[in-house]
Structures are given as C-alpha cells and as structure tokens.
C-alpha cells in the first residue's frame, strides 16, 4: 500500500534560510493538497492542484510561499526566508477528482524555524 | 464568512462512558468529514457523511448528519483509551466547483481507565 509520503518529516532552519519539502500522492489521485498545521488547531489550507494546474491558492498565503506540481505527480512546497511564524507541521493530501472527494493525508513535515 | 464549530474543544471522560461531540457549521454543504488525529501524527480518515440523515459507524464511533440544522454528531459508546485523539470535522464547499474543506478547531478527547 503506497499511501501519501512526505519527505522530510523534520526540518530545522534557521531564520532566513529558504526550505523546500516534498509530496507524493497516492499514484490514482489527481488531485493534491497543502494544509499547514500549528498546535491546537485545524489544518489550514495552502493551496491545491488538479492534475499539475494550481486551481487555487490561500488568500492568506505569503509572496514567500510557492508551490509546483511538475507533470502532475509530486509536489514541493517552498518557503524563501523562513520567519519564525512559519514554524507548523505542513500536511499534504491527496484524493480523487469525483464523488466523495475524500482525502488522504501523508504523514506530515514537522517545521521549526530557530 | 465561513465557520465550523466544534465542542466541546477538550472533553476527558472515563472508560465505558457515553458521549457526543458537535459540529456545528455556518455555510450550506450536503458533505463532511471526520478525521482523527494521534499526537504528533497526521489526519486519518474516520467517516464521509454525503446526504441529510446520513449515519454511519464503525466500532464505538457513531457519526450523524442533519444538513437542514448543519450540525453533525460523533457518539462514542462506551469509550476505551485506544480512543484517545484529536478528533476533527471538516466541511466541503463548493466554490465555483473548487471543493475546499474548512476544518473545525478539533475536540481533544481523554479516556480515562
């Protein structure tokens, strides 16, 4: 079973540094996501991708925040300058295009910005 | 603006107990979803609730959906500790057919032996 891996699950940075995680979906899904996650809360979207098209985009998400799914398989998600503030866990789903557009999410990558 | 409530958000109870969780939520939807979340872990899939009346269950957990009072509850039945988690809803919108859920803040749940 290849479900929704994310890579790294960890990363520390230092203020300023720019880091890029990577997605990969379960391989039927045409559909890809990003949440961001702080302690105590519910995910909050980032953005999606339908096939390698980014259909949308969190109103709230910085200019330093990009996100590219080349060919419509993986994804990576960049942060330039990492602030502080940026320090979540960043959770990347996947699902079908169609009814009942459930998602899958991968196990996480745990970001602290020191 | 749109808003999923849940509550209550921390609830410990003790084993072999009975209780429900409540997601309220302020936007017309007919699907939503709870998920379940361990410590330091991701978001597992627990039931997609697709229509008004719609019940499902699984084990101890019991979920229901009224989309005329956009409410949907999570029973749990008799509860053991391997329940213990961060249980979430979340709600799918149709936003000019870009399909977004907005998520509730979750209900940390205590079992108690």
């Known amino acids: 079973d290849t479900g929704v891996s994310q890579n790294p699950r960890h990363k520390i940075t230092k203020r300023g540094q720019n880091v890029t995680f990577r997605c990969d979906p379960i391989s039927e899904h045409n559909r890809l996501y990003w949440y961001r996650q702080t302690l105590g809360q519910g995910p909050e979207f980032l953005t999606y991708f339908q096939n390698e098209a980014q259909l949308e985009k969190s109103r709230l998400l910085s200019d330093r925040f990009s996100a590219e799914r080349p060919k419509g398989s993986f994804s990576t998600l960049e942060i330039q300058r990492t602030e502080q503030g940026d320090s979540a866990m960043y959770l990347c789903?996947?699902?079908?295009?169609?009814?009942?557009?459930?998602?899958?999410f991968g196990p996480g990558t745990r970001l602290t910005v020191t | 603006e749109l808003k999923v409530e849940q509550n209550p958000l921390f609830l410990s109870m003790q084993e072999g107990k009975n209780y429900t969780i409540y997601c309220n939520y302020s936007?017309?939807?007919?699907?939503l979803y709870w998920y379940r979340q361990d410590p330091g872990k991701s978001l597992e899939s627990l039931f997609v609730l697709l229509s008004n009346g719609a019940v499902k269950q699984e084990g101890r957990l019991m979920a229901s959906l009224d989309t005329k009072a956009r409410l949907s509850t999570l029973h749990i039945t008799a509860a053991v500790h391997d329940l213990s988690a961060t249980y979430f809803c979340a709600v799918d919108i149709d936003a000019d057919s870009n399909y977004q859920l907005i998520w509730g803040a979750g209900t940390k749940l205590i079992i108690k032996p």
């Open positions: 936007t017309t939807s007919d699907r």
């Open positions: 789903a996947s699902s079908f295009w169609g009814f009942p557009y459930e998602q899958y």
